[in-house]
């Protein structure tokens, strides 16, 4: 019973360098999120998917892309890191309501 | 203005207390409230979800929503050291969802 899985748990890159962070669910939902979560800014949504080939923009998608190629996937790409980007990433899926979301993925940006 | 407010406390209640913690809004629209616990270090965790006003109880858990001031609860009842965590508040209106910053509890045996 593994719901919402992100991979990987912790990652430290340098500044410029690009990297993927992989979500996969296992409850068959339609909709897919990612979310970065800073202190005292709660969370906030960079882009989310509302089924398998379609993505849209979220609160703050400026220096990210993503794809969601199959049902259960959905893929956060940095493309060239920056130190604004260190955060908590969180992945979420849904079949309506509620949210159930994944542990997250610590990454630091240097 | 903020779609949802809730007061980032810290919150600090001896072990045994009732806590009340509280988020507004200001989206009418909003049909669904949620109320995720979320431990150091880990994932927010879904503890209660309600569809417009009312009241559920769950436990030691009870989720008020009041549409017309725009205003949801979580009372706990009898706290423990085990629900030491920050509580976020959520709501949504169709697939869009929006939270709170999140109330930090501490229970102290």
């Known amino acids: 019973n593994a719901g919402v899985t992100q991979t990987p748990k912790f990652r430290v890159l340098k500044t410029g360098q690009s990297m993927t962070l992989l979500c996969a669910q296992d409850?068959?939902?339609?909709?897919m999120y990612w979310y970065r979560q800073d202190p005292g800014m709660g969370l906030r949504l960079i882009h989310y998917?509302?089924?398998?080939?379609?993505?849209a923009k979220g609160e703050v998608p400026d220096g990210y892309n993503v794809s969601r190629l199959k049902k259960q996937n959905f893929l956060l790409g940095l493309e060239s890191a920056a130190p604004s980007q260190t955060s908590v990433y969180f992945c979420?899926?849904?079949?309506?309501?509620?949210?159930?979301f994944g542990d997250g993925t610590r990454l630091s940006i240097l | 203005q903020k779609e949802v407010e809730q007061d980032p406390g810290p919150l600090s209640v001896p072990e045994g207390a009732i806590v009340s913690l509280n988020c507004t809004y200001s989206?009418?629209?909003?049909?669904?409230f949620m109320w995720y616990r979320q431990y150091s270090r880990k994932g927010p965790e879904l503890l209660m979800y309600?569809?417009?006003?009312g009241n559920k109880e769950d436990g030691r858990f009870t989720a008020q929503v009041d549409k017309s001031s725009k205003y949801i609860s979580l009372f706990i009842r009898d706290s423990q050291p085990s629900d030491s965590a920050t509580y976020l508040c959520?709501?949504?209106?169709?697939?869009?969802?929006?939270f709170g910053t999140g109330t930090s509890l501490t229970v102290i045996p």
């Open positions: 979420a899926s849904s079949s309506g309501q509620p949210q159930h």
């Open positions: 409850m068959n939902h339609e909709y």
């Open positions: 998917s509302v089924g398998e080939g379609t993505t």
């Open positions: 989206n009418s629209a909003f049909q669904y």
């Open positions: 309600t569809y417009s006003s």
């Open positions: 959520a709501m949504s209106a169709g697939n869009q969802f929006y």
